[in-house]
């Protein structure tokens, strides 16, 4: 009966680590971040496109976050004790780029969106209205 | 004056072997892997375009047209044979439709060469009453083989075209030339594109005959017997288009078009003008969505 307390404390501890990692990881959970626009579209393939970015991120609890992008995984925007951000910037593309949302004292990545780059026209050496014309 | 037309047209054609051929070689010459070359301008596949909008057309040619526009556009190529469709397409709205087959037989970076037949223009009619009798003076579309070049560099185009027609309504004698040369550049505003295009379309005196002119046969107390000249129209043409999404474009264009004075010398032209009240020139102006398939 003596060796019964150890095991029923480490049951004890396991739960409440469990408890801890399951409310850590729904609070990762809930963090969403949120773009706008989706897709960026040009006339025609190898176009640059403009595009007004908003991105808005929220969480349910209050943490410091940082806002990245990629290509190049460039800090745009870090926010402190807070649960909700926005951000906004004019950007030039000409491939798809991702913005993600991470923790600021770690590299784990929290949250994720893209903005997809299309064209109408393919890039051909020759342009698609030429038959029009004689 | 035939023997000026008949340089003309051989000029041109010859530009286009001359250019054809001093490409082929100068791209043999270069180093670069043929094949990926071939990749890059193959075309084969198809395209095909629906829009739709308002629009606004007046020339001394048609009547005056304002309203719904449709227009079409639509091209498939398998193995460099092509067929090519354009109902009512950007600047010449008015006209029912453009149609080319031919065969893309050699292509590089920078160039590409098709072997064609084309129907360049629509049919001409002129409608009208002697005497208390309706009368028409008419001609079918000029249609005819010859060979189509087409420059690219990055946003800029040049296009040569010469053909030479076999209708058989053409005295049989008759060298029937077209020929015509455009350069295009696209510029690019942020989303939009904005499409510049400038061209000359030269007529042999017999196309322009056949078109515009009027036999002693079929002059009348109203319409004198013509015989033109050859003649070159000029034309420029904008548009404003902007990708509203990948499959969905929104254009704005207007082009105008400055004919040669043997068509407006003309007294089908000329009268036709007077009746209807045409204008000089052609001028063209839509707004339209197209859907890209």
């Given at each position: 009966m003596k060796n019964k307390y150890p095991f029923i404390f480490a049951i004890y501890l396991l739960s409440n680590v469990q408890s801890v990692v399951a409310v850590e990881q729904s609070y990762k959970d809930s963090i969403r971040l949120s773009l706008k626009p989706k897709e960026c579209v040009v006339l025609k393939e190898g176009d640059k496109c403009y595009a007004s970015v908003k991105a808005q991120w929220k969480a349910n609890e209050p943490g410091s976050f940082c806002l990245f992008r990629r290509p190049g995984d460039i800090k745009m925007k870090c926010w402190k004790d807070i649960n909700e951000g926005r951000f906004t910037e004019d950007l030039v593309m000409d491939e798809q780029v991702d913005y993600y949302l991470v923790q600021a004292d770690s590299s784990e990545i929290l949250s994720r969106e893209k903005i997809t780059l299309a064209w109408v026209n393919k890039k051909s050496s020759r342009p698609e209205h030429t038959w029009r014309i004689f | 004056m035939n023997y000026l037309h008949n340089k003309i047209i051989a000029f041109l054609l010859t530009a286009i072997f001359t250019t054809c051929t001093a490409f082929s070689f100068a791209e043999e010459t270069q180093p670069e892997d043929k094949s990926q070359e071939t990749d890059i301008n193959s075309r084969d596949g198809y395209y095909l375009s629906i829009g739709t909008g308002l629009g606004s057309y007046e020339s001394p040619l048609r009547e005056e047209q304002n309203g719904l526009v449709l227009v079409i556009n639509g091209r498939y190529q398998w193995k460099g044979f092509f067929a090519e469709m354009g109902i009512g397409?950007?600047?010449?709205?008015?006209?029912p439709s453009l149609t080319t087959l031919g065969y893309n037989f050699y292509g590089t970076e920078h160039w590409s060469f098709d072997a064609l037949y084309a129907i360049t223009d629509v049919a001409v009619e002129f409608n009208y009453k002697v005497d208390g009798k309706a009368r028409q003076i008419s001609a079918l579309p000029m249609s005819g083989v010859g060979f189509r070049a087409l420059g690219s560099w990055g946003n800029t185009t040049l296009q040569l075209v010469g053909l030479h027609s076999f209708?058989?309504?053409?005295?049989?004698d008759a060298d029937v030339g077209y020929a015509a040369l455009w350069l295009g550049h696209r510029w690019q505003i942020k989303n939009w594109s904005l499409n510049g295009l400038v061209g000359a379309k030269y007529r042999s005196s017999s196309l322009m005959n056949y078109q515009f002119g009027v036999t002693e046969s079929e002059a009348d107390k109203v319409v004198s017997a013509y015989e033109p000249a050859s003649g070159v129209d000029y034309t420029a043409q904008i548009d404003l288009t902007y990708p509203i999404r990948k499959n969905l474009l929104f254009q704005i264009y207007s082009s105008h078009t400055q004919f040669s004075d043997e068509t407006l010398h003309s007294p089908i032209i000329e009268l036709a003008r007077k009746w209807d009240n045409r204008p000089a020139k052609e001028q063209v102006f839509g707004v339209l969505v197209h859907y890209v398939f």
């Open positions: - | 397409s950007s600047g010449s709205f008015g006209p209708n058989s309504e053409f005295r049989p």
